[in-house]
């Protein structure tokens, strides 16, 4: 299989717009801490298209058609979920893009991310499994099967026809390119989020102060991402 690097899609102009849907109910600090990992991305055509209702009642069961609604407005080829209280690598469009066209697909999702309790200021590296909110797909493909109207879970079903039907391909082993967050007003309740720890490998204490470090902004995005790849490495290499 050959190759195709960002560097060469770039310098022969065949990158494609990537076009990230942020739905975000009053989350300001942790929708301005999602611009900044927007804005810190290493892939150079990108657009952030923030969705939000003027009055906030109801937006959870609004989910899936705010995400409608983000996709249609979109300018780029492709698609990729950037939910509001997360944090992103630097490079996380570029590896993620690159990944897809590498392996000749429509997209990619990720099966492993790191995870982060704020209660417990405990980080964690995933199970392995789907991580429906990680998808970037093909805005065409993605219309195809959109997401359902349901307050939780409105991925899953999207995210499972997308795999039956061979359109994404299944990147492992590159969790530090997500923390997924846990920060106790979430959409999914406790128990959900409890059985992820359980599932999870807890990091050291050190680990997980620095994740923390990371995430409270005393480390810029690029740093952070240099900082998680360190980290990450050593871990890995302890297996």
Same mark, same amino acid.
């Given at each position: 299989m050959e190759t195709v690097s960002a560097e060469v899609l770039y310098k022969n102009n065949k990158m494609d717009v990537i076009s990230c849907i942020c739905v975000t109910r009053g989350k300001p600090l942790m929708l301005k801490r999602a611009i900044s990992c927007f804005t810190a991305q290493s892939y150079p055509f990108k657009e952030l298209i923030i969705v939000y209702e003027d009055?906030?009642?109801g937006t959870v069961e609004m989910l899936k058609e705010l995400r409608n609604i983000?996709?249609?407005a979109s300018n780029g080829e492709f698609i990729c979920q950037w939910d509001d209280d997360d944090w992103y690598h630097e490079n996380r469009l570029t590896l993620q893009y690159t990944i897809s066209m590498e392996n000749n697909y429509k997209g990619s999702v990720m099966t492993q991310w790191l995870v982060y309790n704020t209660i417990d200021k405990q980080a964690f590296i995933s199970n392995e499994r789907v991580w429906e909110g990680s998808v970037l797909c093909k805005k065409k493909v993605l219309q195809g099967v959109p997401y359902e109207n349901k307050s939780m879970g409105e991925?899953?079903?999207?995210?499972?026809? &997308? &795999?039956?039907k061979d359109h994404i391909y299944l990147i492992k082993s590159m969790?530090?390119?997500y923390i997924y967050i846990y920060h106790g007003s979430n959409t999914w309740n406790f128990e959900h989020w409890k059985y992820i720890?359980?599932?999870s490998?807890? $990091?050291s204490n050190s680990d997980s102060r620095l994740i923390a470090d990371i995430l409270d902004g005393n480390y810029s995005v690029q740093e952070g991402?240099? $900082?998680i790849d360190k980290t990450l490495q050593i871990n890995l290499q302890k297996k």
């Amino acid at each position: 299989m050959e190759t195709v690097s960002a560097e060469v899609l770039y310098k022969n102009n065949k990158m494609d717009v990537i076009s990230c849907i942020c739905v975000t109910r009053g989350k300001p600090l942790m929708l301005k801490r999602a611009i900044s990992c927007f804005t810190a991305q290493s892939y150079p055509f990108k657009e952030l298209i923030i969705v939000y209702e003027d009055d906030d009642v109801g937006t959870v069961e609004m989910l899936k058609e705010l995400r409608n609604i983000g996709i249609k407005a979109s300018n780029g080829e492709f698609i990729c979920q950037w939910d509001d209280d997360d944090w992103y690598h630097e490079n996380r469009l570029t590896l993620q893009y690159t990944i897809s066209m590498e392996n000749n697909y429509k997209g990619s999702v990720m099966t492993q991310w790191l995870v982060y309790n704020t209660i417990d200021k405990q980080a964690f590296i995933s199970n392995e499994r789907v991580w429906e909110g990680s998808v970037l797909c093909k805005k065409k493909v993605l219309q195809g099967v959109p997401y359902e109207n349901k307050s939780m879970g409105e991925d899953s079903a999207t995210i499972n026809s &997308l &795999l039956e039907k061979d359109h994404i391909y299944l990147i492992k082993s590159m969790p530090g390119l997500y923390i997924y967050i846990y920060h106790g007003s979430n959409t999914w309740n406790f128990e959900h989020w409890k059985y992820i720890f359980e599932c999870s490998t807890a $990091l050291s204490n050190s680990d997980s102060r620095l994740i923390a470090d990371i995430l409270d902004g005393n480390y810029s995005v690029q740093e952070g991402s240099s $900082l998680i790849d360190k980290t990450l490495q050593i871990n890995l290499q302890k297996k």
